[in-house]
């Protein structure tokens, strides 16, 4: 029996979470590591330079950050990757674009349940039929609720959790931790003097228990003495009219200075009222998109939002099938660092 030196333990370590996908093109630098992993720099370095003696990463030079290897599939087999979605619209999304362009030009198959789970209604009977009628070896769940995580998890067949309530659930996954930024949101909305602030999100965030995120906004309030109620974070119903009857609802009578909003068709849907009321953004309501959108990049003022590097998702989800179809079947979740931007969209509350 070999015992492992420090360094062989930590580059041991090290390569497990490349493979994992835990970073994407970089691995993070010798003093970084070493403060996580709590051992010295010394060690690190050893460990950094095994790695690249065994061509996973690469030493571009001083100053410059180590590059990953790309993942081979030389070994890997061709896969058929069935994705459930949350909703249909979700084909469109750019990263999902660029997920299943990814695994095609690995050799993977992409095959798209015909049902999402808003058109199976979350019922576990009508996305069991789906699945049953999808030729899938393995799947990727866009924003599944808790209940339907877990079933996935009970099955034969490998799952990959993006986004929804993957914390909750003992499954593989990726998704943006952006509960920090919710948090940094809304204290910077409170420094303005906003004390009316509603996030609007969808039913999967807020039922049956609030998510990281919502509890991250509502902790918040608490913090500042903020009393919490239906009001900031509201029930309603998933549809257009759902939405148009929610703002009419906010703004009948005491109406929010400050809205939070998920999703960038809300977001649209949001704007298009406050224009048919005369509201204008900053100056009546102040806006935070809790997604960016390519769009922004053409709007004046310029938004608040969240931001997170879709890439990342892409290659963390890449590796996980890579992983997947040679036999090294994992469950570890990737939190994807989120970043919030202080957009113009928000301004000092009115008679503030």
């Not at 030196?5 to 930590?10: F, I, L, N, R, T």
């Not at 990281?212 to 974070?233: Q, V, Y």
């Not at 994992?330 to 301004?347: C, K, P």
Request: hydrophobic share 40%.
């Amino acid at each position: 029996m070999k015992i492992l030196s420090a360094s062989e333990q930590v580059a041991a370590h090290l390569k497990r979470s490349i493979q994992e996908g835990q970073w994407s093109r970089y691995i993070p630098g010798a003093k970084r590591l070493a403060s996580e992993l709590n051992v010295n720099t010394k060690t690190v370095e050893s460990a950094l330079l095994i790695l690249e003696r065994d061509e996973i990463i690469i030493n571009q030079g001083p100053g410059k950050r180590r590059l990953i290897m790309p993942t081979t599939t030389e070994s890997s087999r061709q896969a058929r990757v069935g994705i459930l979605l949350y909703e249909q619209a979700d084909r469109q999304v750019p990263y999902l674009i660029e997920l299943q362009h990814a695994l095609t030009k690995a050799g993977h198959s992409v095959i798209f349940g015909e049902k999402s789970l808003v058109q199976t209604k979350m019922r576990l009977s009508a996305i069991e039929k789906t699945v049953e009628q999808t030729p899938a070896d393995i799947w990727l769940i866009v924003g599944g609720p808790r209940h339907v995580l877990e079933w996935f998890a009970e099955r034969p067949e490998p799952s990959f959790a993006i986004f929804g309530r993957s914390s909750e659930v003992n499954i593989a996954g990726a998704g943006p931790d952006k509960a920090p930024c919710f948090a940094e949101a809304t204290r910077k909305l409170i420094g303005l003097g906003h004390q009316r602030i509603s996030l609007i999100t969808r039913k999967l965030r807020r039922q049956p228990t609030p998510g990281l995120c919502e509890r991250a906004f509502l902790a918040e309030l608490a913090k500042h003495g903020l009393p919490t109620s239906d009001f900031n974070l509201p029930d309603w119903d998933e549809s257009i009219e759902g939405l148009q009857g929610l703002l009419k609802s906010l703004f009948q009578v005491t109406p929010p200075t400050a809205l939070i909003v998920d999703e960038v068709p809300f977001l649209i849907t949001t704007l298009q009222f406050l224009a048919s009321r005369g509201l204008k953004v900053p100056e009546d309501v102040s806006l935070v998109s809790n997604e960016f959108d390519p769009s922004f990049m053409w709007c004046k003022p310029t938004f608040a939002h969240v931001n997170w590097s879709s890439r990342r998702l892409v290659d963390s989800t890449l590796r996980w099938v890579d992983a997947t179809t040679r036999g090294k079947q994992t469950r570890r979740q990737i939190r994807l660092q989120g970043e919030f931007i202080m957009g113009e969209t928000i301004a000092r509350a009115k008679g503030r």
